[in-house]
């Protein structure tokens, strides 16, 4: 029977020899970015303070220059440290790069980087700030917003226990390329804006450009539960909480969980406004108000905080989203017939419902995971909110909303989001059963040119972030518990599953040591097996596994029933002439279908990427050198499959 192939894009990484000091393992960025993942096995540079640039031609490292973001330290005893490309001094809006030291030297860094910016860039501005602002907030078009609430002004001024602190917005100049841009090839100089909407309700960072003044995109801050939204029950019998003693009563407070983490939830009576919510409390710390306010959904919402806490504490000894202790903020009975909960950059909201759900308050234990997952995700790869990068963002707070549940109450754990209150939003285990792929760009994906996402907005799910985040799922489910079957490219698959704490580690350990702003499945492919590699070594099954998976779900490889044949060997292809000159000739036996022949230097650059078509039988592609490529020895790939080597003469 003969099978349709359909070219999957991967990128591979190659290890080679060097110097001291030059990188073991290199996997090319595209034109004009340095290498979106480099590691060095043995020898790494010193840690001076900011990432190494590696130039592929001449094998020379030098120091780049960026802002420093923050750092942690994980578990492996690596440093993991996150800097902000700066052009003139302006911070590069998705030029990202983090650096992984261990013992004052470099282990590896993975990210985007412009190596070489345009001459042409701006570096002033044309327009006023002022104008920028009105171009934003009236491209937002809400009818208010926070900081014309004086109420609300005075709210983020105690919270954050600043006096100056403000909702208004500051512009911030930085270069800007829309996140789908994979060479940052269009950076232009923007504006940054924070724009805190209250009516209705949005928040996002909002770019104009600084020459002309016109709207180049948007990057959602508020992460919602669903769109248009979910509902929950969220009862999980009785647990025991912390609260804290105040004025003859108790409070849903706690000051120091786990050595310093505050916990504090606190009810907005329906109401839409921080600054008028009151605490909740209880006369003998027994909280069992069961009343017609429906109170008694606070407490699901402060113990989810508290186990969501707990859960990442335990598993990876990280200390609150930030691993520096952040508060948790609830606000529960938020308006009235609102149907969502979500995470704003700043706190968790949960909505009190709809006749959708019977009006019951959105207070899962696998939502507040969900939700403070999006915290933890902003702190770290800060995932923007639309498009892939995305719907990985929606995808690891599902990984983690459901691990959380399956750590903190097995017995009602399952792999569905919503069952509490009887409104599924979403099945990890079967995607397509709530109209999400479990294959990328098969049944069900949301491409960027159906239903208007040639634009991200509130209005398209910000192109599918809540719909594509079911790959990732998928690919979690199967790789915790395992699974066999045929995805929607005809690839048959079977992957063993290697348990919920070691799938969970390497979930953790990609999202925060690896992924970075723009990240794509692809960089979350490559990725999380560096990660399952740094966890249980390169050689092991959880790798195997790791890629099996992917396989499973049609990223970097699961994208036909012939792709699931071991990879042929060598000597089934033939390469001549060989040594070459100009042109060499691939000749091989295959299967109708698309296919790309591509030649790859030994530091991993790719030299030559030749697309044609692949006929039932025998098949020969001629392929032109670059008449400025170097003499050397070159990898060729078919398919992403080793055919051979190559001498360039």
């Known amino acids: 029977m003969k099978t349709k192939f359909i070219l999957a894009v991967s990128i591979a990484a190659y290890s080679f020899a060097f110097g001291q000091e030059n990188p073991s393992k290199l996997v090319p960025g595209k034109n004009g970015l340095h290498a979106e993942l480099i590691r060095f096995d043995k020898n790494g540079p010193d840690f001076k303070g900011n990432p190494v640039l590696f130039d592929e031609k001449s094998q020379r490292i030098s120091q780049g220059q960026a802002v420093k973001l923050g750092s942690e330290k994980d578990g492996l005893g690596f440093e993991t440290h996150r800097f902000q490309q700066t052009i003139n001094n302006i911070p590069v809006e998705y030029g990202m790069m983090i650096v992984q030291t261990k013992e004052g030297k470099i282990v590896g860094e993975t990210g985007k980087w412009v190596l070489n910016s345009t001459t042409a860039v701006e570096k002033n501005a044309n327009i006023s700030e002022s104008v920028a602002l009105q171009n934003a907030i009236s491209h937002v078009g809400a009818d208010s917003y926070k900081w014309q609430n004086r109420e609300e002004e005075n709210f983020i001024k105690n919270e954050s226990k600043n006096p100056n602190a403000t909702f208004a917005p500051k512009g911030e100049l930085v270069y800007y390329s829309d996140p789908t841009d994979e060479k940052l090839s269009d950076l232009k100089l923007a504006y940054k804006f924070d724009i805190y909407a209250e009516k209705p309700l949005s928040r996002q960072y909002v770019f104009v450009d600084a020459k002309d003044g016109k709207v180049l995109g948007m990057n959602a801050l508020i992460h919602e539960t669903n769109v248009p939204g979910t509902a929950t029950t969220a009862y999980s ?278 992924l970075t702003s723009s990240s794509t499945y692809a960089n979350a492919r490559t990725y999380s097996l560096q990660a399952a590699a740094d966890l249980y070594g390169a050689g092991g099954s959880e790798v195997a596994q790791v890629t099996n998976a992917w396989n499973a779900v049609g990223v970097g490889g699961g994208t036909s029933a012939a792709s699931k044949i071991a990879a042929p060997a060598a000597s089934l292809y033939t390469i001549s002439p060989n040594p070459a000159t100009d042109k060499f000739t691939v000749a091989f036996e295959g299967t109708e279908g698309n296919g790309v022949v591509e030649l790859i230097s030994l530091t991993g650059k790719r030299e030559v990427s030749e697309k044609f078509r692949i006929t039932d039988g025998a098949n020969r592609v001629n392929v032109q050198l670059p008449s400025n490529m170097l003499p050397g020895v070159y990898m060729v790939m078919v398919n992403g499959q080793k055919a051979g080597s190559l001498i360039k003469k």
């Open 237 to 514: 019998g009785n647990r025991a909480i912390v609260a804290d003693s105040y004025n003859g009563s108790y409070r849903l407070r706690e000051a120091a969980r786990n050595g310093g983490t505050a916990v504090e939830t606190y009810n907005l009576k329906k109401g839409t406004t921080y600054s008028a919510a009151v605490d909740f409390t209880d006369d003998d710390n027994n909280w069992n108000n069961v009343n017609t306010s429906l109170d008694q959904y606070a407490t699901d919402a402060h113990w989810g905080a508290e186990m969501t806490l707990d859960y990442l504490y335990t598993k990876f000894g990280r200390k609150s989203i930030d691993n520096n202790n952040f508060s948790i903020k609830s606000y529960v009975h938020y308006s009235t017939n609102y149907f969502n909960a979500f995470w704003d950059g700043s706190r968790m909201t949960y909505g009190d419902g709809s006749s959708a759900n019977n009006y019951k308050p959105l207070t899962a234990l696998d939502v507040c995971g969900h939700e403070i997952t999006h915290g933890m995700t902003s702190k770290t790869a800060n995932l923007a909110y639309q498009r892939e990068s995305g719907a990985l963002n929606e995808g690891f707070s599902d990984v983690f909303g459901n691990s959380i549940e399956f750590w903190a109450r097995p017995t009602q754990a399952n792999w569905k989001l919503g069952e509490d209150f009887n409104y599924v939003i979403r099945d990890m285990g079967n995607p397509n059963a709530y109209g999400q792929p479990d294959t990328y760009l098969g049944t069900y994906w949301k491409t960027a040119t159906t239903s208007g996402c040639r634009k991200p907005s509130q209005q398209n799910d910000y192109c599918g972030v809540h719909t594509n985040s079911g790959v990732l799922n998928f690919w979690y489910y199967l790789l915790v518990n395992g699974g066999t079957g045929t995805n929607d490219n005809g690839f048959a698959y079977n992957v063993s599953g290697i348990g919920l704490d070691k799938a969970a580690a390497i979930a953790y350990r990609t999202l925060t040591t690896y």
